[in-house]
């Protein structure tokens, strides 16, 4: 059983900061990337920001400048430091994580629970 957990959520002022984490735990044998989406009442889930294996990040250009992602691979978990925080980063973030659970098995999307975020104006 692979499980993820998000922690760190919670309301801020518009320009205040966030740092999200979130942990894989269970039958692990190895992860790809790690990363995080979100999803705003009424709207697709997109991809805010994703890490791989190697260390390589992409972010959505709604974010690029103010979001930073980070993991630390001992602890299978990663990170998201969120930075000048506007309104419109409203939203439920969900962390993913591509792993393999066993060797030479499929790799599979997991994800977490959500955590909300919500910037007042």
């Known amino acids: 059983q692979v499980q993820l957990v998000e922690s760190g959520g919670g309301l801020v002022q518009a320009g205040g900061s966030l740092r999200l984490a979130c942990a894989a735990s269970?039958?692990?044998?190895?992860?790809?990337?790690m990363g995080w989406y979100r999803q705003a009442p009424g709207k697709q889930r997109e991809l805010v920001a994703r890490?791989?294996?190697?260390?390589?990040?992409n972010y959505a250009d709604s974010v690029k400048g103010r979001f930073a992602i980070s993991r630390d691979n001992a602890k299978n978990t990663t990170y998201l430091q969120m930075n000048s925080l506007k309104p419109e980063d409203t939203a439920a973030y969900y962390c993913?994580?591509?792993?393999?659970?066993?060797?030479?098995?499929?790799?599979?999307?997991?994800w977490g629970q959500g955590t909300q975020v919500t910037v007042s104006s």
């Open positions: 993913q994580a591509v792993l393999i659970v066993v060797l030479k098995g499929p790799s599979r999307a997991y």
């Open positions: 269970g039958s692990i044998f190895s992860i790809n990337s």
């Open positions: 890490i791989s294996s190697g260390g390589s990040t």
